[in-house]
């Protein structure tokens, strides 16, 4: 028979940057709900990742750790109720990976639309790690038997990669040891558009600020990038169907419904035929009402660095405490000697 797990909720965002108003909703929001109705919930900063795009500064790094681990808990993450440490002070996500890198096949790996996306026309240079980072994802969520991840729409495909290592580990080890985890992509805005270019993702390593709300901008900040957000000058419709060419008309009704807590019909059934000269400032003053709290809450927290470093600590510590035996039993299933 094949054994039960236990629902645990595992999720990740890189500290390679500020983190924007897309983490916001696709990712962060979620983890506090998942948080909140009482599920068991580890919630990583991923520095192992952060390093295999760019070279980031370490001073720098450390200090967008920090801030990401502020973030969280500015947006409501408890780390008393909720696991909250960065990837790299629990060694079982890179122990684990290894092993994952002699499982997944350069075939699933040569179909990752983000390495595509991310190493662009010069894949020649791009890192190792950049290349292996969803056997490193699967590793990051199958350290804790995780059956639920809260993701955005762009991580759909590495959450299939790691259903698809886990199964063939399991099949070759003849053993139903790690979960068939469920990707929870649930919400309005699962996948927020750039302010410049409704064709792509907001992100925040975008080399453009105004494409992106940071949670670190204050309210005149992000009316500015509001007001100068790439729109039509047509008026907004009364249906769905009338976005369907409009990519940015279509991201900010999404933004505004997200924020709301509505959905985009309701909010095109308030707006139709009115223009973004209207629009515009209200979904401003919508997102500066989200993201100032929490902004003001990041900056109480960024004042005490030590202290966050021991919050991230003793999540590490409670982290290891799951991970470490889940790594022990693998090494045992593949065949490696234990005898210390
Ligand atoms: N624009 C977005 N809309 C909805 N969800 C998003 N997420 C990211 N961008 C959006 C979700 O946030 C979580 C953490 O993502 P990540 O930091 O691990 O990596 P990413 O998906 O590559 O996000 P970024 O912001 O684009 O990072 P960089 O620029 O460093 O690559 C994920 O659940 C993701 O889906």
Redesign the pocket.
């Known amino acids: 028979m094949a054994p039960q797990f236990t629902p645990r909720v595992f999720?990740?965002?890189?500290?390679?940057?500020g983190?924007?108003?897309?983490?916001y909703?696709?990712?962060?929001k979620r983890f506090v709900e998942m948080q909140d109705s009482g599920m068991e919930t580890i919630y990583c900063l991923?520095d192992l990742?952060?390093i295999t795009?760019k070279w980031q500064e370490p001073e720098r790094l450390r200090q967008q750790t920090r801030e990401a681990a502020a973030a969280f808990m500015a947006a409501g993450i408890d780390p008393v109720r909720s696991i909250l440490f960065n990837q790299s002070q629990v060694s079982a996500h890179a122990e684990l990976a290894w092993i994952f890198n002699c499982v997944a096949r350069l075939g699933w790996m040569n179909r990752m639309t983000?390495f595509k996306d991310?190493a662009g026309k010069n894949a020649e240079n791009a890192s190792l790690g950049l290349y292996a980072y969803p056997s490193l994802m699967a590793a990051d969520i199958l350290s804790y038997h995780a059956t639920h991840v809260?993701?955005?729409?762009?991580?759909k495909q590495h959450l299939e990669l790691t259903r698809d290592i886990a199964a063939k580990f399991n099949h070759d080890y003849g053993i139903e040891f790690f979960p068939m985890t469920e990707p929870v992509i649930e919400g309005v805005?699962?996948?927020?558009?750039?302010l410049r270019d409704g064709t792509k993702?907001?992100?925040?390593?975008?080399p453009s600020d105004q494409s992106?709300i940071n949670l670190s901008d204050d309210a005149d900040t992000i009316a500015q990038k509001i007001r100068k957000a790439r729109t039509d000058a047509e008026p907004l419709p009364e249906a769905m169907e009338g976005l369907k060419d409009r990519p940015e008309a279509r991201n900010l009704v999404t933004i505004y419904a997200a924020l709301a807590g509505t959905t985009p019909e309701a909010v095109l059934a308030e707006f139709a035929g009115q223009g973004f000269g209207s629009f515009k400032p209200r979904l401003a003053d919508l997102a500066a009402a989200t993201v100032g709290p929490i902004t003001a809450e990041m900056t109480r927290l960024m004042a005490d660095p030590a202290e966050i470093d021991r919050i991230l600590g003793r999540g590490a510590d409670r982290a290891d405490a799951i991970a470490r035996p889940i790594l022990q039993k693998t090494y045992d299933i593949v065949g490696m000697i234990r005898s210390r």
């Open positions: 999720s990740g965002i890189q500290p390679s940057g983190l924007t108003l897309g983490n909703l696709g990712a962060l991923v990742h952060a795009d983000q991310k809260p993701v955005g729409e762009d991580q805005a699962t996948r927020v558009m750039s993702k907001m992100s925040k390593s975008d992106r």
